[in-house]
């Protein structure tokens, strides 16, 4: 079964995370994905170690299911080999610094003269306009201005998450939400339209729950403070006897009360359990000492049938190996005719009628020019002499 943006076509220029990101989403369910890369050194995160075969093992992950097409768009003939791929391109997504594009001649209001309903999306550090629309950035820079760094972790000094959540969250998921939502526009008005993303915007955004707190009662977030951030002996993670961890996050009240009665210790499930306060750090110390009491293989086996929010915290050795997983299919086995087999990350959306499929290996440098090029009308002649010319 086809996905759900077979026939839509992407031309990605974008690199290392977060447009990659956003176009592998696309890509797995069905959209063919033209991944545009210089001819010489191509996407930069290609190159980095730790690698599965002659690739990085970060672009094994996230350039799956795209076609790679090397072209140089510093040449006036690759400039214009870009323009006549995008008159019938349904998708440019690209992470330049604003005014790159434009300066190359290729920008968005150069190419919707080409193609109107052309969808056009940029992903950049601090949006197209603003005092620091030029500024260079990274995930900890987007966090760190969106306020989000600022409370996470215990206590003290702010803590990086493990995960870059301006990069995916804020740039990559924002992207990919707000290109289905233009297609789903174009689909009822036949316009296309340019999509400029922030990747602080959407680090913002991520302060939702916070954000709602701080205008009700005016107290400036910081780490440890909160219900859902160390703030509660219910929500907190716990070191066992081994060195392992356990997740605990029972804040219901019928959770809680299982917990207590599952450690042995109904005292602990009074009304000011869900109330912050001093107590919160006797309640916790109690807690942390039962827990340290058995290993996590021990808990594990203690809460298998209990229903209190209670979970292990997995290495990402066992989340490849955790029957659950491979079951929900977020672990897929492949095999590569020159890597070998190994262990690719699944979809996380499982749809009923258009489900996405894992249906190539990330390719190679260039793998796919010449396809590409003789797909938009070139003749083999045609292509040796661009070849020749350092444009592809």
């Known amino acids: 079964m086809a996905g759900p943006f077979q026939g839509i076509r992407v031309l990605d220029l974008s690199r290392l995370l977060p447009g990659p990101f956003c176009s592998m989403l696309l890509a797995d369910l069905g959209a063919d994905v033209i991944k545009v890369e210089d001819p010489q050194v ?21 350039n799956r299911n795209k ?11 690759g400039r214009d080999l870009f323009r006549r791929l995008a008159a019938s391109t349904d998708v440019i997504l690209e992470g330049f610094r604003p005014g790159v ?39 900890i820079n987007y966090l760190a201005l969106s306020g989000v760094l600022s409370y996470c972790g215990r206590d003290g000094d702010p803590v990086l998450p493990g995960v870059q959540i301006g990069d995916l969250g804020g740039g990559a998921l924002t992207a990919a939400f ?25 680090a913002v955004a991520w ?31 716990y070191r066992t006897r081994d060195g392992r961890h356990m997740s605990l996050g029972a804040l219901e009240p019928q959770f809680w009360k299982a917990f207590c009665r599952v450690m042995g210790r109904p005292d602990w499930d009074r009304p000011d359990y869900f109330l912050p306060g001093p107590h919160q750090k006797e309640l916790r110390d109690q807690v942390a000492a039962v827990f340290a009491e058995r290993t996590q293989a ?7 049938s209990e229903d209190c929010c209670c ?55 260039g793998e796919h020019t010449r396809e590409v090029l003789l797909e ?7 292509i040796e002499s661009l070849r020749q010319e350092g444009a592809v």
């Not at 050795?317 to 997983?325: Q, S």
């Not at 938009?376 to 045609?382: I, N, P, S």
Request: with cysteine; glycine share 10%.
């Open 311 to 365: 979970e292990p915290v997995l290495n990402l050795a066992e989340v490849m190996t955790d029957e659950a997983m491979i079951q929900r299919r977020m672990v897929v086995e492949l095999h590569h005719q020159a890597w070998g087999a190994y262990r690719q990350m699944g979809l996380a959306p499982k749809f009923s009628q258009t489900p996405g499929t894992i249906r190539t290996h990330a390719p190679d440098l």
């Open 376 to 382: 938009a009308g070139l003749d083999e002649e045609t």
């Open 67 to 77: 076609r790679s097409l090397t072209l140089n768009l510093k040449k006036p003939a």
């Open 42 to 62: 191509g996407d930069y995160i290609r190159w980095w170690p730790p690698k599965v075969g002659s690739n990085s093992g970060f672009h094994v992950v996230l």
């Open 101 to 139: 594009m434009d300066r190359l001649g290729v920008g968005y209001r150069e190419l919707r003269r080409i193609n109107p309903r052309l969808i056009y999306c940029a992903i950049t550090g601090y949006g197209q306009e603003g005092p620091r629309a030029q500024r260079a950035g990274h995930d």
């Open 207 to 237: 302060n939702c729950l916070r954000w709602g707190k701080f205008l009700a009662d005016a107290k400036i977030p910081e780490p440890g403070d909160d219900l859902l951030n160390h703030g509660l002996a219910c929500y907190d993670v």
């Open 298 to 304: 021990q808990w594990i086996q203690v809460f298998r």
């Open 178 to 202: 707000s290109i289905a939502a233009a297609l789903f526009w174009r689909e009822r008005t036949g316009e296309g339209q340019m999509i400029d993303i922030s990747m602080t915007d959407g």
